[in-house]
């Protein structure tokens, strides 16, 4: 009577089995021709709707998955894999400039809103209102910079906004840095602070903006009215939210009034949550529900299979670059850290070839210095194309036998010749302190970590000990702090980044965040004079000859110490088609997708 | 009237003793966990690898002369490494199985013990503890401290002692009951006194029961710690850090990399569950009468 | 009766206090405060301290609990910054499915460990009894993730029989889609039944060697009326017990099971949330799930006391 039981089972699951795997197949032999599934990556985050998002809410994916789908920025920066303005899609011809080149001068097309209603220079000026007042909790924000750096901004006609700066700076840095943010929010659906309210002109008062904008941050928080709240329902992009669940499972329906150039052929897209890569790689392996998904780095050697299954697959680099950082404030490795010929010893001792052979299985590219080599771009000198700190354990070795250390192959290296001449250690360094670091990276990525296994081997060579530390992002972010070195928060040595710095929203590769002085991100407290002079040159210089000496200058100073960064690989059924080359910035265009 | 005295305790474990290796799985089980154990701790003793050096070039090599168990992919003997990994699983895993054993027995033997409000009490912190589930528990630790090998103890710890706090709670209060107890309290001997030297002392059998069953689960959580990007850090190996890195190469046809780490780990867990299986059939109380 | 009810009631309710303070107390033990987690490395000082102030996380401890308590007796769990959602919202999604998972699972579960545990406490130390041990042994000893990938890797990406993922969408969806299903089912009955057919079967084994069981078959009565009648209700009365103090072990189970399967459950929320801090998600999911516990454990109870009148005196003492 009980294995009766048990041997029903089987016949059963088999049954259901047969009758889901007719559907199952079908759905992925016969595929959709009016719609698309993208795989998101895993453990996306949740979208946030509104424009001006939020510190806490932001992340590069938001852009580029979700709200660059609704509502297009006035410069639209990334064409067709190239990092480099599109002239297609923006809303704007380029920016001229007047008066002396203190005023930029914006030019909108004629683009409409979704209900018909013409995109004008007063729903720039709106979301210019809303900025002003909203700054400190705006995720582009810096300090010094938009909206702080222009004096004013007027609109002389409909098509037209004039935006004076408190300066003359580089038109690249303003056009990738500050133009780019701007974001049209339609005025007159959205000029209100209160539900059922009539649109009138709020902003223009700070104390009637400030009530819009915690309206509209308010409706923003409601992600589960994304689909339903009327506010969202006006939309500039091609695409319109029909659903919206659980923070990231979305689908787009097309907008059938867009006004840009490039109408979507689908009529909706949804984007589909995975928990891990691998449950996402099952997916594709099965060949199951996914039109636009990617491959884990692991399963490079998947590559063939996929194909295989109907795939066409492509590698795609992201507009950023990665490194480790040195916290030069650290009491006990600060003053070791600060002396350039050990960072340059160690920077030989970065196998980038090896580290993307291995554990990126191929797929990665090298770091060279500030400005990314891949992907193309306009701002990469001949220099900085090239590694300056070839991979050489004789080399690292030999800089510090100069310097005043002994080394010990597989032991430890110590300072032998303390002080502050020539041969010597450096200022600070005792006798006998040993290289140890501890190096704290976010845990769970194995490419990453086998990355850090074989660095700490390599560094063993010369006697150098790392301590591995993976922890959960959020704790390394944590623990990366800017200090001084007295304070308990300046225990951390040197943290690994998987990606450490992306350059978006603020896309000029330049560095002041990262490597001035006093930039927001620059945790390590990097400080050096002449790099805060080259950096500023790159935001006022209208020569091209500031972006060369800034890299140049940086690439050999080694503020960071240059890493390897992970490529990924997209995945894409060979019969959709206009989903390549890939975005330097995961930008999707699928108004240009298109089912053969 | 004779007071409990040493000669029926030596009987009853020498009658435990031959129950225990009259069944034959509880033996196999011991004997296959002495193999093991023998196998990670003398092991590398015989078989040098170095687990601490990676060597690209010479990764994800199939098993041949010179890797039995072939290469991972950082150019690593898999042999060696399953020998230095079973270290870690096993000693963090007896380590917190004996503390929270002794832990929960202590605190279950006081609250069954003392009976009334005070048992009431104790027994509901247990409860509202164990109504969260105990990956959650771990998580959360997990998350916010580091994860050496001393926060995985302390961690695997604080969630397994609710169980034998339970379990011994519940013998305590029958043997509140006893005679011999009963005397000891008419005799003025203190509570403490009446707990340890005599209460405790009769639930060591079950004690040594749930000990070894917790070892076993502390193995099993260890591995889906390492699932889920919680394990200990590198270079230190553990099968279940094994396991799951392995599995990420499920489809390129690496199978040393998945199957050595994952059968040490059933092959351990299921001989411990034999023998922790025969011991409670050894000592449970039929046997002895 | 009615006064074991109650007792066990107001038991339950201290319980559920003394959770929710345990609770509440280990996720505020960070020394920076949430803000920063939350915000990540590009905040200013002034975004972290107006952070703080509008969440109440500068207050004293005792004072943030208690407005957190009345703001839950509202049924308003918090706000997820990281998911941009209402808690209760989020759990209003994530629950259902999870209780889909755990529902199907342990009914199969107990449906197979059930007359597998009994065949194995009857027949004990049989060929039967040892091979099925052999099996349940296997697989209470590898860890659920490897199973499930496994049957992925079969049944899903060679064979072609089933979906390699679980169904998305609300229940509805997933009801009318049931293939997807099977698979993460599967996986979490079998890690949930080897466990529980040991118990069953040791709990048979029991039964069988209790005094009434030798005075029925020393009168002659046929030795399956004596399995079926007498040693069935016995030997499950703890099975019911069982079920409620698993709970939260196969809650751990799903976690881990949603996880392979993509299935967005509270396990896979709340790990989610474990790794970006994000309390008011860590703290809702635990107390939704310990009142569920409590609350099943205590109606566990009353059955194992309904099904056993003897016991009802000592379950009511404890």
Redesign the interface.
């Known amino acids: 009577m009980k294995l009766k039981a048990l041997s029903l089972l089987i016949p059963a699951v088999l049954l259901l089995a047969a009758c889901s795997s007719g559907s199952s197949t079908s759905a992925s032999q016969s595929p959709q021709k009016t719609s698309a599934v993208v795989a998101e990556p895993a453990n996306a985050p949740a979208y946030y709707i509104f424009p001006l998002t939020p510190l806490n809410n932001y992340n590069g994916l938001n852009d580029s998955y979700f709200q660059y789908l609704i509502y297009r920025p006035v410069y639209w920066i990334g064409d067709h894999g190239k990092v480099r303005i599109n002239d297609t899609i923006s809303l704007a011809d380029k920016p001229t400039y007047t008066n002396g080149g203190k005023t930029a001068v914006v030019k909108l097309r004629n683009y409409k809103w979704s209900d018909g209603t013409p995109i004008t220079s007063r729903d720039v000026l709106f979301f210019w209102n809303l900025l002003k007042v909203a700054k400190n909790n705006w995720a582009g924000y810096v300090p010094g910079e938009f909206p702080d750096n222009v004096t004013s901004v007027t609109t002389p006609d409909a098509q037209t906004i004039d935006f004076t700066f408190n300066k003359v700076y580089n038109p690249d840095w303003i056009l990738y840095n500050e133009l780019s943010q701007l974001s049209p929010m339609p005025q007159h659906v959205w000029d209100i602070s209160a539900a059922g309210q009539k649109p009138s002109n709020l902003d223009e008062t700070p104390a009637g903006a400030k009530a819009v904008y915690n309206y509209l941050i308010k409706q923003g928080n409601d992600a589960g009215t994304y689909a339903t709240n009327p506010l969202w329902k006006v939309v500039s992009g091609p695409w319109k939210v029909q659903s919206f669940a659980n923070g990231n499972e979305v689908t787009f329906v097309a907008n059938p009034n867009y006004s840009g150039p490039i109408k979507p052929t689908l009529k909706t897209v949804t984007l589909a949550p995975f928990t891990s890569d691998t449950a996402e790689f099952n997916v594709l392996a099965a060949n199951g529900n996914i039109d636009y998904g990617y491959v884990p780095p692991q399963e490079g050697s998947q590559i063939s299979r996929i194909n295989g299954l109907g795939f066409t697959t492509t590698r795609a680099t992201t507009w950023s670059i990665n490194y480790m950082v040195p916290n030069f404030n650290n009491p006990t490795v600060g003053p070791i850290l600060q002396q350039l010929y050990v960072r340059q010893a160690l920077e030989h001792l970065i196998d980038q070839n090896g580290w993307i052979k291995g554990p990126l299985s191929g797929f990665g590219r090298p770091t060279y210095g500030p400005v990314p080599t891949f992907p193309d771009n306009p701002f990469v000198d001949a220099q900085n194309k090239s590694n300056a700190f070839p991979f050489s354990v004789s080399q690292a070795s030999a800089l510090l036998t100069q310097n005043g250390w002994t080394v010990k192959a597989n032991g430890t290296t110590t300072c032998s010749h303390p002080g502050t001449g020539a041969g010597q250690c450096g200022k600070g360094i005792a006798n006998g302190a040993p290289l140890t670091f501890k190096v704290e990276y976010a845990s769970g990525l194995g490419a990453l970590d086998n990355a850090m296994q074989a660095e700490k081997s390599i560094f063993s060579e010369v006697g150098i000990t790392l301590n591995l530390i993976p922890e959960p992002l959020n704790t390394v972010n944590a623990n990366e702090v800017k200090c001084t070195s007295n304070q308990k928060s300046c225990s951390w040595q040197l943290v690994q980044g998987d990606l450490a710095w992306t350059f978006q929203p603020n896309y000029y590769p330049e560095g002041s965040l990262m490597f001035g002085t006093n930039g927001c991100c620059n945790a390590g407290s990097y400080n050096d004079a002449r790099a805060n002079e080259l950096i500023a040159a790159t935001h006022t210089s209208t020569s091209p000859s500031a972006m060369v000496t800034y890299q140049d200058y940086l690439q050999k100073q080694l503020p960071v110490l240059w890493t390897p960064k992970a490529e990924s690989i997209t995945a894409v059924r060979s019969s959709l088609t206009g989903t390549q080359p890939d975005d330097p910035f995961s930008n999707l265009y699928p108004e240009e997708w298109r089912w053969k | 009237m004779s007071t409990p005295t040493q000669s029926p305790r030596r009987a009853r474990i020498a009658d435990a003793t031959a129950a225990f290796f009259d069944n034959r799985l509880a033996t196999i089980g011991l004997v296959v966990l002495v193999l093991v154990t023998l196998f990670c701790f003398v092991g590398p003793l015989i078989w040098h690898t170095d687990q601490v050096h990676t060597n690209l070039f010479g990764a994800l090599q199939p098993p041949g002369r010179e890797h039995p168990l072939g290469t991972d992919d950082l150019g690593r003997d898999v042999l060696g490494r399953l020998m230095v990994g079973g270290r870690i699983s096993l000693i963090v895993g007896v380590i917190a199985a004996v503390v929270a054993t002794t832990v929960g027995a202590l605190y279950g033997s006081l609250a069954g013990y003392a009976g009334g409000t005070i048992d009431a009490a104790m027994m509901r912190v247990v409860d509202a503890i164990i109504s969260i589930p105990t990956l959650f528990i771990i998580l959360f630790i997990a998350s916010l401290a580091p994860p050496t090998v001393t926060t995985l103890i302390v961690a695997i710890t604080v969630t397994s002692w609710l169980v034998p706090a339970r379990i011994i709670r519940g013998e305590a209060l029958t043997l509140r009951r006893l005679d011999f107890v009963r005397l000891v309290k008419t005799m003025g001997g203190g509570s403490v006194r009446a707990v340890t030297r005599h209460v405790l002392p009769n639930t060591v059998s079950t004690m040594a029961v749930n000990a070894t069953f917790q070892v076993a689960d502390a193995i099993l959580l260890i591995a889906t710690l390492s699932f889920l990007g919680l394990g200990p850090r590198p270079p230190a190996a553990n099968w279940g850090g094994m396991l799951s890195g392995g599995l990420q190469y499920e489809y390129s046809g690496y199978w040393w990399m998945i199957y050595p780490a994952g059968i040490a780990i059933i092959v351990t867990v299921m001989s411990i569950n034999l023998v922790g299986d025969g011991l409670r059939d050894a000592l449970s109380p039929k046997s002895a009468s | 009766m009615t006064g074991f009810l109650v007792r066990r009631a107001l ?1 339950a309710v ?3 206090i ?2 929710t303070v ?2 509440f107390l ?2 505020h ?2 020394p ?1 405060g949430p803000a ?9 000082p ?2 972290l301290q ?2 703080n102030h509008a969440n109440g996380f500068d207050r004293p401890l005792p004072v943030q609990y208690f407005r957190w308590l009345v703001r839950v007796l509202h049924g308003d769990l918090g ?8 808690v209760t ?2 759990l209003a ?2 629950v259902p499915r999870t209780l889909l998972l755990v529902g199907l699972s342990t009914v199969l579960a107990v ?2 460990a ?3 545990g ?2 194995q406490g009857a027949r004990r130390n049989s060929a039967v009894d ?1 091979t099925l ?1 052999a099996v349940t ?2 697989l ?7 199973l499930g ?1 496994l049957l ?2 079969v ?3 060679r064979l ?6 679980a169904p ?3 229940i509805v969806d997933i009801l009318l ?4 299903l ?1 698979l993460p089912v ?1 996986t979490l009955a079998l890690v949930t039944l080897a466990s529980f057919s ?1 118990y069953v079967r040791a709990s048979t084994v029991e039964q069988l ?1 209790q005094d009434y069981v030798r005075t029925a078959r020393a009168k002659g009565l046929p030795p399956n009326q004596v399995v079926r009648y007498h040693v069935l209700r016995n030997a499950l009365s703890p099975v019911v017990s069982l079920l409620g ?1 698993s709970l ?2 196969i ?2 189970g799903s ?2 099971v ?7 459950g509270t ?2 929320l ?3 949330a ?4 994000d309390y008011p998600v ?1 703290l809702g ?2 107390l939704v ?2 009142v569920g ?2 609350i099943g ?1 205590l109606l566990a109870d009353l059955g194992y006391a309904a099904l056993d009148p003897r016991l009802r005196d000592e379950v009511g003492q ?1």
């Open positions: 038991q201290f319980v559920l003394v959770v345990v609770v280990l996720l033990a960070l920076e920063r987690a939350i915000l990540g490395p590009r905040a200013t002034a975004m107006a952070f706000f997820s910054y990281k998911r941009n959602d209402s919202h989020l999604t994530a449906l197979v059930v007359p597998v009994l065949l040892h041990t042994f296997t209470y000893s590898m860890p659920a993730f490897w990938l992925v890797d049944f899903a990406v072609h029989w089933l979906p390699p993922e998305s969408g609300g889609h049931p293939s997807g099977i599967v040991r060697e103090l939260p072990w809650l751990g976690l881990v949603e996880a392979v399967f993509n299935f967005p396990g896979f709340f790990w989610n474990a790794q970006g801090q860590m999911i635990v799930v310990a516990t409590v454990s404890s």
